[in-house]
């Protein structure tokens, strides 16, 4: 019943939109599921590393530091604002002819340095977020059950989490392709990419005027 009840949250937590959600759709709308998947899986690597910093007690002392923690939230908060402007920069500057409609995964060009760029924007937003570290410390050892060997279990877990994560997040990605004659439209890419440039930003200045 626990190893449920842990599959359980990891998808609640999957589904509740936040900081991820909105890096892993940026990619996908603007490059394609090949960017989207590459940012999915940067995200998911930066949440096994906090988890295993938390089986290792690392997460404990960033956390301790006063420095390394709003250090951490400065860069988070950063690349966050980052994103938001450029997509609404490119929101802005995009033409809109109603006679030439864009392909869905006709947008940024698909080259080895564009998935690596995707991957690690996906890494970067889930490695400075202070939250992750927060989350992995406090969420997973709830689901040791007693008498078992802890670091094993918690990497356990870890390894649980990130595959269900995965799983709920390939799903949208597969859900945005299925709409790609709709999304590939160029007026609709303009205005998702104001709304998703506008909710990034605003996740950057939450970031950073969160109060630990």
Request: charged share 10%; with cysteine.
């Amino acid at each position: 019943m626990v190893w449920f009840a842990f599959v359980g949250s990891c998808l609640l937590l999957a589904m509740i939109p936040g900081v991820s959600t909105a890096v892993i759709l940026r990619q996908t709308l603007r490059a394609g599921r090949s960017s989207g998947a590459a940012a999915l899986l940067g995200n998911e690597t930066g949440i096994f590393l906090w988890a295993m910093a938390a089986v290792f007690g690392l997460s404990a002392l960033v956390l301790a530091s006063e420095v390394a923690y709003g250090a951490m939230k400065a860069v988070g908060a950063a690349l966050l604002v980052v994103m938001g402007v450029q997509s609404l920069w490119k929101a802005r500057r995009a033409p809109v002819p109603l006679d030439a409609p864009v392909p869905y995964d006709g947008g940024e060009t698909r080259t080895t340095g564009g998935w690596r760029r995707s991957y690690g924007l996906g890494l970067a937003t889930c490695g400075a977020n202070p939250k992750a570290a927060v989350f992995a410390m406090s969420f997973l050892p709830q689901f040791v059950p007693q008498g078992a060997h802890v670091p094993l279990t918690l990497t356990l877990l870890a390894g649980i989490w990130v595959a269900v994560d995965v799983v709920w997040y390939v799903g949208v990605i597969w859900l945005i392709g299925r709409a790609g004659a709709v999304l590939g439209r160029p007026a609709v890419r303009r205005r998702l990419e104001q709304v998703l440039g506008a909710v990034l930003v605003a996740l950057g200045v939450r970031v950073a005027l969160e109060v630990r």
